[in-house]
């Protein structure tokens, strides 16, 4: 089976009440990890790659790596570059093969992020590609962009319909109270469902995806800063909330820092315990498998796309 683009899975999503799960990876053992977990629980997949994690493995590796786990699974997977900042960035993922781009003009005024996003549909829709803009803005860190919570704002549902009107997106992600990292929330933890709600009914059947979804799990939090680590305070996103989105409008939950979280804590905990080994097999075995775990639970607890291909 080729690459698939998102916008069958995204029609599945909207009309069983659930969400696809949008993870990011970054080498051979993430990938492996997260497709053997979808593979066991029959469910489709969306793989995205940033702007760093091509710097670092490299697009042809990262394109393979993906081939190379749709011949082992069969499964539908579609190849999204996620928080795409330019146009030049975009074409060049649309050219190397990927089925779906981020283009993410969050930070520009309206008008700019409208031109910007439309130029990017443009050259996608002509190359069979489908595109994912944002409106409003999450805090964190994406690359090597840090917006701080007083800079971040919940998207307007005022400004939804006249975007998506004027871009052509295929999808939308929002802010609703979700940041990236390991650090979402300082007290307790909200969203605003009302603004996603409002949303949903303006623009109906249409795909509402959501960053900085990671629950970031305590029992990998306490590992990492029992082997070592310093990650006091770490704190995501209730899975319930999760759950209650993807019954909602939104299709796509993106997922990295759980990944990265469960990855280390494993890696912490083996070598800790086991100070002599030196073969990078040893711990990125484990590692390999605290991620399809992980991927696991969320297909099945937290997104409820298991048992839908
Ligand atoms: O939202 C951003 C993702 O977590 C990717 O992070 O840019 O460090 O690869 P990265
Ligand atoms: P987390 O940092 O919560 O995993 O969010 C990832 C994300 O939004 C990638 O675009
Ligand atoms: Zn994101």
Redesign the pocket.
């Known amino acids: 089976m080729p690459l698939v683009t998102t916008t069958e899975m995204f029609k599945k999503a909207y009309e069983g009440g659930y969400a696809i799960g ?1 993870f ?1 990876v970054n080498n051979m053992e993430i990938v492996q990890g997260i497709t053997e977990a979808a593979k066991e629980e029959k469910a489709p997949l969306i793989l ?1 790659v ?1 702007a760093g994690a091509r710097k670092y493995a490299n697009h042809t590796y990262l394109m393979k790596l993906v081939e190379a786990a749709i011949e082992e699974t069969n499964l539908p997977i579609a190849l999204h570059l ?2 795409g900042d330019s146009f030049e960035l975009c074409k060049s993922c649309i050219d190397g093969g990927f089925t779906s781009v981020m283009i993410d003009g969050s930070h520009l005024p309206f008008e700019e992020n409208i031109k910007l996003t439309k130029q990017v549909v443009d050259y996608a829709h002509d190359h069979g590609v489908v595109v994912e803009g944002e409106l409003g803005r ?1 805090a ?1 860190i ?1 690359d090597d962009v840090n917006v701080s919570a007083e800079d971040a704002t919940y998207t307007d549902p005022d400004e939804v319909e006249e975007f998506v009107q004027r871009t052509g997106v295929d999808s939308l992600a929002i802010a609703i109270g ?5 650090f ?1 929330f300082k007290g307790e933890a909200k969203l605003r469902f009302d603004i996603l709600e409002e949303i949903g009914k303006r623009l109906p059947e249409f795909p509402i995806v959501l ?4 629950s970031v799990p305590q029992e990998y939090v306490e590992m990492i800063n029992k082997y070592g680590g310093q990650m006091p305070g770490a704190k ?2 209730p899975e319930d909330m999760l759950r209650k989105a993807a019954s909602m409008a939104v299709c796509k939950i ?6 990265r979280l469960a990855m280390t804590s494993s890696v912490r905990k083996f070598i800790a315990e086991n100070p002599e080994a030196f073969d990078p097999r040893q711990y990125l075995g484990p590692a390999r498998e605290a991620i399809k775990e992980i991927v696991r639970h969320k297909i099945v607890n937290v997104l409820g796309c298991n048992n839908t291909i």
Do not use: R
């Open positions: 949008a990011n995205q940033s996620d928080h999450l964190g994406e979700t940041s990236h990292g390991a979402k960053h900085g979804a990671s995501g996103v993106n997922i990295d820092s759980d990944l």
